[in-house]
Each structure stands twice: as structure tokens, then as C-alpha cells.
């Protein structure tokens, strides 16, 4: 069937991809060890700044266990794992790409973590959870490949509780056209980038209140820098994710961030009732 997401999951269709992180753990060790999710964070955190950007959204968002929380893109799992190890929270993550989820499983059976982490393939635009399920709602580099941000934010706000939190990490538009292909998008056709503003917008009708607005843009820089630096590994393997052109699209989000077309923004909002 094919629907507005096709381009999309086409980008993210990474064949083979579970089969190709076996090859890659077996330098961790044998199939039953288990790893921890620091182990893999090279490898599972798909989004500028890595884990530690992760670990700041989390703090931000006021995680503590015995939440309940949402990973909404969840990409191969690696946020949702380490926020389950960090806090103890459950985590569901869900994502449009059949091979992510299939890895996402893969990897968290090789953590341990099935008992308190899962996931399903479904649209952010149709989250298969019945209303205020949720404590928190993640969104990491994720918003920018999605063009109907209006239904998007209303189907998280939904699948909140009152009070609860959304934490969104996400690319934006800044000061120009950005050069593609980028790590979200190898054409203009699946990229529905917004600038910070016009995302605030977007986000606060849908029954959100901002607590927390952050331009990450510096820092991006800052890592990325740092990554060139200290050159591979340890610095992100998502290669073996994305594909052997996968230095081609990062070297172009470096320089739109660098020229100032794109931004990072880190944002977190409470679900409020609407007429209040
Ligand atoms: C750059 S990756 C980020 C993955 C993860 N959030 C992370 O930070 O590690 C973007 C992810 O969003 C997913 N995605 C894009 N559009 C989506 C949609 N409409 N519904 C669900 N997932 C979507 C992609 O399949 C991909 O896994």
C-alpha cells in the first residue's frame, strides 16, 4: 500500500540491517552475552550529541521510574533503552521502518531489556495507544520528516496524561535552504523542516504549555567538531545503520549547521487541557 510516508520509510529502509549489527557485536562478544545499552550507544542513538543528548532530554523531561514513557520515531531503540537502564521507567517506542523495529527488538534482546522495552511498527500520526496512557512523550530527530506537524502534536497530546510531559529534540529550519542529502532525508521531498518559532507554534494548539526552550545549535557544532577531531571509532558508527553514504549526509548537516541554515532545538512542554 503505498501512502505519504513511502519516500520515508524508502530512506530508512536499511536491508539486511539486523543481520549487519550481529556481524558488528560479534567484536562484544559471543550471541549470549548480554551488553549493556552504553555498549551499543555508538551505534543506536540517531540523532546529533549521541547519548548525552539523550541524557539531558531526559533530565529536562523530569523522567523518574514508574513512568510510562513514549519514544515516538524510536529509530533502533537505543534512547529507549537507556532511559528503561537509567531510571527503571517502561518505555514502548514505535516506528514507521519495519528493519529498525526489527533491529530495535534484536538489540534489546541482546540487553536484557524485553521485560520493560518494546516496539511496534506504526505512524506517529497514528499512535496505536488509547488516550492518557503516557507520562512522557519523546521526539528525537524525528518532527523533521513529518509534514502534517498539526495532527502530529495533537496525536501526542492525546496519548498524554494532563500534566504529563513532551520532550522534543529535532532539527530546524534556520537561516536558508539546507544541502542534501542529509542523515533525515536525501531529497527535499522527505524533509518538512520548520523553524524553532513556527514549531512552538505548531506544538502549543494542540493542548501543550512550553517549560523548557533551548537552541542546541552551539553544541551540535561543538560535538560534531570534536567528532572530526578524535576521528573513528568511538565516535558514531551509523554507517552501519544508514549505509556506506552515511559520511556524505553528516558532512552536510555539519556544514547547514555551520552556515547557519539549520539549528537544533531542544524544547519541553506540558500537556495542558485545551480550554484551559
Ligand atoms: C533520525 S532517526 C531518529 C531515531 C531515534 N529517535 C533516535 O534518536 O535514535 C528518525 C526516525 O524516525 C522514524 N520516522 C520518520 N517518520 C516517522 C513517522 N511518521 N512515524 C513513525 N516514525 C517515523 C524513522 O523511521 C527513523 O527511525
Not at 185 to 204: D, G, H, M, N
Amino acid at each position: 500500500m503505498s501512502d505519504a510516508f513511502d519516500g520515508v520509510r524508502d530512506h530508512y529502509r536499511a536491508t539486511g540491517l539486523t543481520e549487519r549489527l550481529k556481524a558488528v557485536l560479534t567484536a562484544l562478544g559471543p550471541e549470549d552475552q548480554r551488553l549493556t545499552p552504553r555498549q551499543l550507544s555508538t551505534l543506536d542513538q540517531f540523532h546529533t550529541r549521541g547519548l548525552s543528548a539523550t541524557a539531558e532530554l531526559a533530565k529536562l523531561a523530569g523522567i523518574i521510574a514508574d513512568m510510562s514513557v513514549l519514544d515516538v520515531g524510536s529509530g533502533v531503540g537505543g534512547p529507549a533503552r537507556f532511559l528503561a537502564a537509567t531510571y527503571g521507567c517502561r518505555v514502548a517506542g514505535v516506528d514507521l521502518s519495519e528493519p529498525f523495529v526489527d533491529a530495535a527488538r534484536y538489540l534489546t534482546g541482546r540487553t536484557g531489556q524485553g521485560g520493560q522495552v518494546s516496539f511496534e511498527i506504526a505512524s506517529a500520526l497514528e499512535l496505536p495507544f488509547e488516550d492518557g496512557h503516557f507520562d512522557v512523550v519523546l521526539l528525537q530527530h524525528v518532527a523533521m520528516n513529518i509534514s502534517d506537524r498539526a495532527r502530529l502534536y495533537r496525536e501526542i497530546r492525546r496519548v498524554l496524561k494532563s500534566g504529563g510531559k513532551f520532550a522534543t529534540f529535532d532539527v530546524v529550519l534556520n537561516g536558508g535552504e539546507p544541502h542534501y542529502p542529509v542523515p533525515w532525508a536525501r531529497t527535499p521531498a522527505t524533509s518538512f523542516l520548520l523553524t524553532a518559532v513556527a514549531t512552538r507554534e505548531a506544538v502549543e494548539p494542540a493542548g501543550f504549555r512550553t517549560l523548557a526552550w533551548q537552541d542546541d545549535t552551539e553544541a551540535a557544532k561543538a560535538w560534531i567538531a570534536q567528532l572530526r577531531a578524535s576521528g573513528p571509532p568511538p565516535s558514531p558508527n551509523l554507517g552501519v545503520v544508514m549505509g556506506q553514504d552515511f559520511a556524505e549526509l553528516a558532512a552536510n548537516l555539519r556544514r547547514n549547521l555551520v552556515e547557519g541554515r539549520l539549528g537544533i532545538l531542544t524544547a519541553v512542554f506540558e500537556a495542558i487541557s485545551v480550554d484551559s
